[in-house]
């Protein structure tokens, strides 16, 4: 037994010191992550109050593309409506609708997330939305198609209420040939359509308040430390 104790002694402050270095190295991660998703947020945001890009058939390279003010001349395709699924808009259930718009000139497409509206009182039943005929020029803000989302069981989207929209699954299903990305329109179109997008928060303030949070973990490991040090 006495020849175990020594061993033990030395044991407790090694698992102090690597809980100590491990919180640290966590804060320190949540520093970098806070510095380069920061960096990546404001100029997202200086990309916004630019000259805004005209949408265009030869336009392909997405992050080119990504997070730009943008605008598109075209017609819409109302046959092509899909209902984004699970949209909740001041507590009431609803869904986005996203119409593909046809470019001027081509058979590209882009599609549009047009704004919110209210889901009927009918799970069977989908809104009616009016789109304007003719050729058109709306103005947005283009983002990612879905890249991240969780599911129990994935399969592909049935019908024109989808849950998400992954650019492999919207090419795949619609046959249209789209840009990669998706425009978030913006302004009055005269549709009755909810365009209340709000602004995005810096993500580099939630990965510093993650970075303080394990620094105080490393303080009470060091605390905790110095104590059963002090108490031998």
């Not at 119409?99 to 081509?106: M, R, Y």
């Not at 947005?140 to 049935?158: I, N």
Request: glycine fraction near 6%; include cysteine.
């Amino acid at each position: 037994m006495s020849t175990l104790r020594p061993k033990r002694a030395y044991l407790r402050p090694l698992l102090v010191i690597l809980l100590i270095l491990t919180c640290l190295g966590m804060a320190r991660l949540q520093l970098w992550r806070a510095e380069t998703r920061g960096a990546r947020f404001e100029r997202e945001q200086a990309a916004l109050v630019s000259t805004p890009i005209s949408l265009a058939a030869r336009h392909r390279e997405r992050e080119k593309l990504l997070d730009r003010a943008a605008t598109a001349r075209g017609r819409w395709l109302p046959t092509k409506t899909l209902f984004l699924d699970n949209k909740i808009y001041h507590s009431r259930a609803g869904y986005q609708v996203l119409t593909p718009l046809q470019l001027s000139g081509s058979d590209v497409v882009v599609l549009v997330n047009r704004g919110w509206i209210v889901a009927p009182r009918l799970r069977s039943e989908v809104p009616l939305v009016g789109t304007p005929a003719g050729e058109i020029e709306i103005s947005g803000v283009t983002r990612s198609f879905e890249t991240r989302t969780f599911e129990l069981q994935k399969a592909p989207p049935q019908g024109v209420v989808w849950q998400h929209v992954r650019e492999a699954d919207y090419r795949q299903l619609s046959g249209l040939d789209a840009l990669p990305v998706i425009l978030l329109q913006t302004g009055a179109d005269g549709d009755g359509l909810i365009r209340d997008w709000d602004a995005p928060d810096n993500p580099a303030a939630k990965h510093y308040g993650y970075a303080a949070m394990w620094m105080v973990f490393a303080l009470m490991a060091a605390a905790y430390g110095l104590f059963a040090w002090r108490k031998k």
